[in-house]
């Protein structure tokens, strides 16, 4: 069973920084694929950053130029790098992972984290 862990949310004024790590338990020839969502109260979920398998980024238009995703695989981590937050960046910020790889000692499944709250004051 993989499991997902975030951490690192905290209470920042605006302009300031933060750096969110998430880690996934897992071994073997797996990859894991990982992005981040966030949601705020009475809003829908929505994406922020994926940091694939092969190195490739993506981030919302919301925090690109801001947010920066880097991953360490000898670790099954990845860090979410927020600077220059602002209060619309007030959400929990949850990590899903998806694992792919050699079946069945890998199976395709996505696995979601129990999240990081992140609260940026005016």
């Known amino acids: 069973q993989v499991q997902v862990k975030e951490s690192g949310g905290d209470s920042v004024v605006a302009g300031g920084s933060l750096r969110l790590t998430c880690q996934v338990s897992g071994d073997g020839p797996c990859t894991y694929d990982m992005t981040w969502y966030r949601q705020s109260p009475g809003k829908e979920r929505e994406f922020v950053s994926h940091?694939?398998?092969?190195?490739?980024?993506d981030y919302a238009d919301a925090v690109t130029g801001r947010f920066t995703v880097t991953r360490d695989d000898a670790k099954n981590t990845v860090y979410l790098q927020m600077n220059s937050l602002k209060p619309d960046d007030t959400a929990m910020y949850y990590c899903q992972t998806h694992v792919g790889g050699p079946y069945p000692v890998c199976n395709p499944t996505s696995y979601w984290g129990q999240g990081t709250q992140v609260t940026v004051s005016s």
């Open positions: 940091a694939n398998h092969d190195g490739s980024t």
